[in-house]
């Protein structure tokens, strides 16, 4: 049997109400509800919550009860959100009502995306081959940090003991992520935003070069490949096949080209950290998708060190969703967890008949699918699951 989880925020459990969240799931033929943990700040327009229609949520703050005996000696610490506190643990009451029959509760924890620690920790952050800090994005290569998110996650999976915790970003965030008030004069090409995106921290250079990585020479190529960009007129492609050849656009700077190889090395032993810490009563599974290439994931490597993955399908072509899945199950096998994730939004999703093709494609290669996202749109568009989910 499938099954099928939609994305949660627990500010919207306490403004729907439990059990009105609970009739929603069980009318739109969910078994999962994916509640969020850990998260980042945003602007979020809430059409699906009743009290707040436009939310700021505290920056990178955790939805659990912490417990701060555990990190004392930490020198990274999640921030317990003060809405936990203010009115109520919702992954501790969707635990007990699953413990009571109910849904299946899946931790969706944002792992490196995290502003407030990044500017309080500026040491810890992904830097460019320039120098400068990128805030919004833990390094994975720094072990304060790998502390941090693997302790995190042992602290959730023990305490609660989720069905499973869907990780997002526990990998470079980039340069691409957006911020606040983006402001790109020079026309920036997908070969400028992913070499800025590179980190080159002490973190990362001290790593790379136990491996016998050439990192000065890796970061000197990608500062002469900026600034040669940063002063034309107009902008040029220096690498004309990127990002269509992936890294391989890259092969010929031979320092780059191991480093970047390197690059997926910090990701997946994270991520194999990570599963080893976690509870064995809950799976783990990383929210991927076609691009994860980009921010250090390689999934052959990372899929023997989780429990499956959430393949994120977002704005890809109905007849592309499912070739897209057969690649990941052939990395993933049989036995692993493979989960098509779909937005609810409009106009990327049409209406319903389009949806409806949509999770019926990716239904014939994955378990399984996730829908984003409760608050986030009108109470109607969920009944748009309710017919391809009573198949």
């Known amino acids: 049997m499938k099954g099928h989880s939609i994305w949660t925020y627990p500010w919207d459990i306490h403004d729907i109400g439990v059990d009105q969240v609970l009739r929603d799931l069980a009318k739109s033929g969910a078994d999962t509800v994916s509640l969020a943990t850990s ?4 602007k979020f327009l809430q059409p699906g919550n009743p009290k707040r229609r436009v939310y700021f949520p505290q920056d990178g703050t955790v939805y659990y009860t912490v417990d ?47 502003t407030r620690l990044g500017l309080a920790h500026p040491e810890h952050v992904i830097h460019t081959a320039h120098g400068d800090p990128l805030p919004y994005g833990l390094c994975p290569s720094s072990p304060a940090v790998r502390a941090y998110v693997t302790g995190m996650v042992a602290e959730i999976s023990e305490t609660y003991v989720p069905d499973r915790i869907e990780l997002e970003s526990p990998d470079f965030m980039g340069f691409d992520h957006g911020y606040h008030h983006e402001k790109d004069g020079l ?14 921290c002490q973190h990362c250079a ?31 492609a220096q690498f004309p096949d990127f990002p269509e050849r992936s890294l391989d656009a890259l092969i010929d700077h031979a320092a780059l080209f191991a480093y970047l190889k390197w690059r997926y090395e910090p990701v997946t032993s994270l991520i194999q950290e990570i599963w080893a810490a976690t509870h064995p009563s809950t799976s783990v599974l990383l929210i991927d998708d076609n691009d994860s290439w980009w921010r250090g994931v390689d999934l052959r490597a990372v899929a023997p060190h989780c429990d499956g993955i959430v393949h994120c399908a977002y704005t890809t072509e109905l007849d592309q969703i499912a070739p897209d899945l057969q690649k990941a199950r052939k990395i993933l096998g049989d036995r692993k967890t493979l989960i098509a994730g779909f937005q609810l939004f409009h106009p990327e999703i049409s209406g319903p ?19 984003y996202n409760i608050g986030l749109v009108p109470k109607s568009r969920l009944q748009w699951l309710r017919e391809p989910l009573s198949k």
């Open 353 to 371: 008949d389009d949806l409806s093709s949509r999770i019926n494609s990716a239904l014939t290669v994955a378990d399984g699918c996730n829908y």
């Open 39 to 42: 998260y980042h700040a945003g």
């Open 68 to 114: 701060p005996e555990r990190w004392k000696n930490a020198e990274i610490k999640p921030l317990q959100a003060e809405i936990v506190s203010n009115e109520g643990d919702y992954l501790w009451e969707m635990v007990d009502r699953r413990n009571d029959g109910g849904p299946k509760v899946s931790c969706w924890t944002v792992c490196l995306h995290n």
């Open 187 to 200: 026309g920036l090409l997908p070969e400028d935003t992913f070499l800025l995106g590179l980190c080159f």
């Open 206 to 236: 001290t790593r790379a070069a136990k491996a016998g990585v050439d990192v000065l020479t890796a970061k000197q190529t990608v500062r002469a490949l900026l600034d040669a960009s940063f002063e034309r007129e107009r902008p040029h």
